[in-house]
């Protein structure tokens, strides 16, 4: 199975990064989606019951378009800087990511540790003094090779050059620089990419293997920048004249937070857009600094709106904020991790939102537990315990087989897609395993067994249907934390009973012979939202 290491309990220490975002304006619900991402996957981790974990993100401050966007807004750099990454760290708080670091490349620990990683570089002879000259893309802060340009026609009928892949205008600049010798480790680069969870989706892997083997398109690149054009940097030990290139200071904040204790990372979570920076320079850095390379990179796929690219122009960026208010915290988590695949381009549609979160959230799990908590089928407020003889002589139904038969089944499933971020998949399992459990009760018809005093039937169905929707809970922890909690809090489970060992489905408590008392908290577990749109 992909991703064994993280399935081995022996490993008492996980890192999971998520990528720096560029202050160039406020987070849109791309970044809260790389943020949720990379927070799933370590609450899953913690869930499983890792003891030690490192959960890091945080702010891209340097560079030309930072120097840029500062003038633009009108404030000094320092301002600007400590403006827009407080409402990145706001938003994360907001959002529930549970980060333990949170990384600003303007920090002096990270400035120290920059200049850590240049002198190990430097001094194993992997950079040099030369001159550099290509077309640069200043948005994308990178130099670009002609296969990579392509011609436009401006309204004047002028012709210029742009980046094939983003759009933004490149130049032609020469300029003196330091370079580093990565055409010097193609064969390092390759290896590691033979390893099959190096990198995933395929897709992205394979896009890397295709890059690394052209040795005309890995040539060495330019680590700096002169201090005249790009003053707003860490500069270069002993030549203060030039700034360390933004995306190998960037790129640094992961041994910033990590040290060596955590030591490669487990998990490294990027968007598309900048994966050659991370899936080529990175290892490439970290291997001539004696590191080892990422044990995994996760590369995830865009958002559109509506099938349309998010974009100033089109009026089209979808902020989180209002999406938190008219969703709420779970609401949005439990939409994007629904509906975001990481091997292509996720939608966003708030029609389409709201029907998935009131379908699923409201109707199926949230009117499954107020059914069963409800004092017309469950007037002892009660999780009854498990009675093998009462399951053995009222349960033996297809729905209730069935539904068995999903959630025995429901923990390894789960597992299997969230260990490799495929929260879609697992999610897809969670719902219809709550689709059987709503199917199993309605059959049952707990009211008139209610009417004429089944007692034992009664509990048998109220304990299988809470079974489930406990089941569900704990799994759906990494997913709405917020939401989980409070599902678990209503069926009585207390928290030390709601790690992954204590899963168990039909027998968490089976040397118990007492009945759970349920909490009398009236619960709304996700009211459903009213379109505007409709």
């Given at each position: 199975?992909?991703?064994?290491?993280?399935?081995?309990?022996?490993?008492?220490?996980?890192?999971?990064?998520?990528?720096?975002?560029?202050?160039?304006q406020?987070?849109?619900?791309?970044?809260?989606?790389?943020?949720?991402?990379?927070?799933?996957?370590?609450?899953?981790?913690?869930?499983?019951?890792?003891?030690?974990?490192?959960f890091?993100?945080?702010?891209?401050?340097?560079?030309?378009?930072?120097?840029?966007?500062?003038?633009?807004?009108?404030?000094?750099?320092?301002?600007?800087?400590?403006?827009?990454?407080?409402?990145?760290?706001?938003l994360f708080?907001?959002?529930?990511?549970?980060?333990?670091?949170?990384?600003?490349?303007?920090?002096?620990?990270h400035?120290?540790?920059?200049?850590?990683?240049?002198?190990?570089?430097?001094d194993?002879?992997h950079?040099?003094?030369?001159?550099?000259?290509g077309?640069y893309c200043t948005?994308?802060?990178?130099?670009?090779s002609?296969?990579q340009?392509?011609?436009r026609?401006?309204?004047d009928?002028?012709?210029?050059?742009?980046?094939?892949?983003?759009g933004?205008?490149v130049?032609w600049?020469?300029?003196e620089?330091?370079?580093?010798?990565?055409?010097?480790?193609?064969?390092?680069?390759?290896?590691?990419?033979?390893?099959?969870h190096?990198v995933?989706?395929?897709?992205?892997?394979h896009?890397?293997?295709d890059?690394?083997?052209?040795?005309?398109?890995l040539?060495?690149?330019?680590?700096?920048?002169?201090k005249?054009?790009?003053?707003?940097?860490i500069?270069?030990?002993?030549?203060?004249?030039?700034?360390i290139?933004?995306?190998l200071d960037?790129?640094?904040?992961?041994?910033?937070?990590a040290q060596?204790?955590?030591?490669p990372?487990?998990l490294?979570?990027?968007g598309?857009?900048?994966?050659?920076f991370?899936?080529?320079?990175?290892?490439?850095?970290?291997i001539?600094?004696?590191?080892?390379?990422?044990?995994?990179l996760?590369?995830h796929?865009?958002?559109?709106?509506?099938?349309?690219?998010?974009?100033?122009?089109?009026g089209?960026?979808?902020?989180?904020?209002?999406?938190?208010?008219?969703?709420?915290?779970?609401?949005l988590?439990?939409f994007?991790?629904?509906?975001g695949?990481?091997?292509s381009?996720?939608n966003?549609?708030?029609?389409k939102?709201i029907?998935?979160?009131?379908?699923?959230?409201?109707?199926?799990?949230?009117?499954?537990?107020?059914?069963?908590?409800g004092?017309t089928v469950?007037?002892d407020?009660?999780?009854?315990q498990?009675?093998?003889h009462?399951?053995?002589t009222y349960?033996?139904?297809?729905?209730?087989?069935?539904l068995?038969e999903?959630?025995?089944?429901?923990?390894?499933l789960?597992?299997?897609?969230?260990?490799?971020?495929?929260?879609?998949?697992?999610?897809?399992?969670?719902?219809?395993?709550l689709?059987?459990?709503?199917r199993?009760?309605?059959?049952?018809?707990?009211?008139?067994?209610?009417?004429?005093?089944?007692s034992?039937?009664l509990?048998?169905?109220?304990?299988?249907t809470?079974?489930t929707?406990?089941?569900c809970?704990?799994?759906?922890q990494?997913?709405v934390?917020?939401?989980?909690d409070m599902?678990?809090r209503?069926?009585?489970?207390?928290?030390?009973?709601?790690?992954?060992?204590d899963?168990?489905?039909?027998?968490?408590?089976?040397?118990?012979?007492?009945?759970?008392?349920?909490s009398?908290?009236?619960?709304?577990?996700?009211?459903?939202?009213i379109?505007?749109?409709?």
């Amino acid at each position: 199975m992909l991703l064994e290491q993280w399935r081995a309990l022996e490993y008492f220490t996980r890192m999971c990064t998520v990528f720096l975002h560029v202050l160039l304006q406020a987070p849109h619900i791309g970044h809260v989606y790389s943020a949720v991402i990379a927070d799933a996957a370590h609450r899953f981790q913690m869930l499983l019951g890792c003891q030690e974990t490192v959960f890091s993100t945080g702010t891209d401050e340097h560079g030309t378009k930072i120097q840029e966007a500062a003038v633009r807004s009108g404030n000094p750099l320092p301002q600007y800087c400590d403006h827009i990454s407080q409402q990145y760290r706001s938003l994360f708080q907001s959002c529930g990511i549970g980060y333990t670091d949170f990384v600003r490349t303007t920090e002096d620990r990270h400035k120290t540790e920059v200049h850590k990683f240049w002198n190990l570089l430097k001094d194993g002879g992997h950079i040099y003094a030369g001159k550099y000259s290509g077309w640069y893309c200043t948005a994308d802060e990178a130099f670009l090779s002609e296969n990579q340009l392509e011609e436009r026609q401006g309204p004047d009928g002028s012709l210029y050059r742009v980046s094939a892949e983003s759009g933004h205008h490149v130049e032609w600049t020469s300029e003196e620089n330091f370079m580093f010798r990565l055409s010097a480790f193609q064969g390092d680069l390759l290896h590691w990419l033979q390893k099959e969870h190096s990198v995933y989706p395929a897709k992205f892997r394979h896009q890397l293997v295709d890059l690394v083997s052209n040795a005309e398109l890995l040539h060495d690149v330019s680590v700096s920048r002169p201090k005249e054009r790009v003053h707003w940097g860490i500069p270069v030990p002993d030549a203060p004249h030039q700034t360390i290139y933004v995306w190998l200071d960037a790129l640094v904040n992961y041994v910033t937070v990590a040290q060596s204790h955590f030591w490669p990372p487990d998990l490294q979570i990027v968007g598309k857009d900048i994966l050659k920076f991370h899936g080529v320079y990175w290892p490439a850095f970290l291997i001539a600094a004696g590191l080892e390379p990422p044990r995994s990179l996760l590369c995830h796929s865009h958002w559109t709106v509506d099938g349309e690219k998010m974009s100033k122009s089109r009026g089209n960026i979808v902020d989180p904020v209002e999406c938190i208010t008219k969703y709420t915290v779970s609401g949005l988590r439990y939409f994007l991790l629904r509906e975001g695949v990481a091997h292509s381009d996720g939608n966003y549609s708030e029609t389409k939102a709201i029907r998935i979160l009131n379908a699923e959230l409201a109707d199926t799990l949230g009117n499954l537990l107020n059914r069963c908590s409800g004092t017309t089928v469950n007037p002892d407020q009660i999780f009854p315990q498990f009675c093998q003889h009462s399951f053995d002589t009222y349960c033996k139904t297809e729905e209730a087989l069935r539904l068995v038969e999903f959630v025995s089944a429901l923990p390894d499933l789960v597992r299997e897609h969230f260990e490799v971020c495929n929260f879609y998949k697992g999610i897809d399992s969670i719902v219809a395993t709550l689709h059987a459990g709503n199917r199993f009760f309605e059959s049952q018809k707990p009211w008139e067994l209610r009417k004429k005093r089944l007692s034992p039937h009664l509990n048998c169905v109220l304990h299988l249907t809470m079974e489930t929707l406990r089941v569900c809970g704990i799994l759906l922890q990494p997913i709405v934390p917020e939401l989980s909690d409070m599902l678990l809090r209503k069926l009585g489970i207390p928290k030390e009973k709601r790690m992954w060992k204590d899963i168990k489905p039909f027998s968490w408590e089976q040397d118990s012979l007492c009945d759970i008392p349920i909490s009398a908290e009236k619960l709304t577990l996700y009211k459903r939202i009213i379109d505007s749109m409709s």
